[in-house]
């Protein structure tokens, strides 16, 4: 199979192949190959690795290591893993001297949330977050798109070139659109929806079902709990701070479980993980600057990045004390208030007025 599709493919220069002979020029000709992702990957990062990963192997027989920094803590991205057989490799674990082709997916190089040599230029860079000066260099550069996922951009190449699809990598393509998405609701274009369903007709909607009801934890509910406590209202924004908590990807979590609440266009949900203040924020309104607005909150403690709606940042806390931590977090909570323009006075706890009257819940009336 592989034969025949490859001539066919360098013998045509239609629009929709060339990107992916671009590609694959910049790629071939290597040996050892890694595929980054950011830090504590989301599905769409992971997906979008598989992907990558997949079409080197398939066009120019070259294998990858997938390569992160962080942990993936989510339940239901360990179930993906553990589903789909993908196997991810620390960045501790790794040399980048001996890797001549280094593909940066979901991320791009000078990003707070990706660890990796300075300096080092990635051969290929394929992200949809806005771009960054560090990606210039890179031999195939394809960033700043403005589609929902990363996974998008891959599966597009994939599919638009009529090369079929193994069933884990669709799967993983597929959740990772969904995912990155809401469920091809917010931030999700027309080439979101194409791509979702060009790859529907590769993937395991059973697989992908079983991975969304991954089983959590007890530990998790007791996370729920500390966010809703803890959730104060400002005007129309929620600040939620979770503390300690063993698993980075649940201020995201939270930050979304929050918004839900028919009072909020913000959320900013924070956490600490390992000597790191990490944060997240969403806003639900169309013309929302997530990235810009957790930029300001950071402010020149830590990093921060993001598209519309969605926004993640990080601040160093080194060995501080309490108090001081507690000053820095303040401080974000401060420069977010203000950089949505939140009445500061009009607070009050998220549950809050909306306890409805008292029903009955005994178990042992009657
Ligand atoms: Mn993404």
Not at 44 to 66: K, M, N, P, T
Not at 229 to 234: G, L, T
Request: overall charge negative; proline content about 5%; some cysteine.
């Amino acid at each position: 199979m592989g034969v025949p599709e490859e001539s066919t493919l360098a013998s045509g220069a239609s629009p929709a192949r060339r990107p992916l002979l671009a590609l694959l020029d910049a790629a071939r000709g290597h040996k050892v190959s890694y595929i980054q992702v950011h830090n504590n990957p989301d599905p769409d990062a992971i997906s979008s690795a598989v992907g990558l990963r997949f079409l080197y192997e398939r066009f120019l027989g070259i294998s990858s290591r997938i390569i992160f920094g962080g942990i993936v803590g989510r339940a239901e991205n360990r179930a993906m893993l553990r589903l789909l057989g993908i196997q991810l490799v620390p960045v501790s674990k790794v040399d980048y001297t001996e890797c001549d082709l280094l593909s940066l997916v979901d991320t791009q190089p000078g990003a707070g949330h990706t660890d990796m040599p300075t300096g080092r230029v990635p051969e290929v860079v394929i992200d949809h977050h806005p771009p960054r000066k560090e990606s210039e260099g890179a031999r195939y550069l394809d960033v700043g798109r403005p589609v929902g996922a990363t996974a998008t951009i891959i599966g597009e190449l994939i599919l638009r070139n009529h090369i079929r699809l193994p069933r884990d990598v669709a799967t993983a393509l597929m959740y990772g659109i969904k995912s990155d998405t809401h469920d091809l609701s917010q931030e999700a274009t027309p080439t979101d929806l194409a791509v979702y369903q060009m790859l529907f007709g590769y993937g395991d909607t059973a697989l992908l079902a079983q991975i969304e009801n991954a089983r959590v934890p007890r530990s998790y509910y007791a996370v729920y709990q500390r966010a809703i406590e803890n959730a104060m209202i400002y005007d129309f924004a929620s600040v939620s701070h979770l503390g300690r908590i063993d698993n980075p990807d649940l201020v995201a979590e939270m930050a979304d479980f929050i918004l839900r609440c028919e009072d909020l266009k913000w959320s900013l949900v924070t956490g600490i993980y390992e000597n790191t203040l990490h944060l997240s924020l969403r806003g639900n309104s169309k013309g929302a600057h997530a990235g810009r607005i957790a930029r300001k909150a950071v402010g020149v403690m830590g990093s921060a990045g993001g598209h519309g709606q969605m926004a993640g940042g990080q601040i160093p806390l080194g060995e501080c004390d309490k108090a001081t931590r507690r000053k820095i977090i303040d401080a974000v909570t401060n420069l977010f208030l203000d950089a949505i323009k939140a009445k500061k006075s009009l607070m009050m706890s998220l549950t809050d007025n909306s306890l409805v009257e008292e029903t009955d819940t005994s178990v042992d009336g009657d």
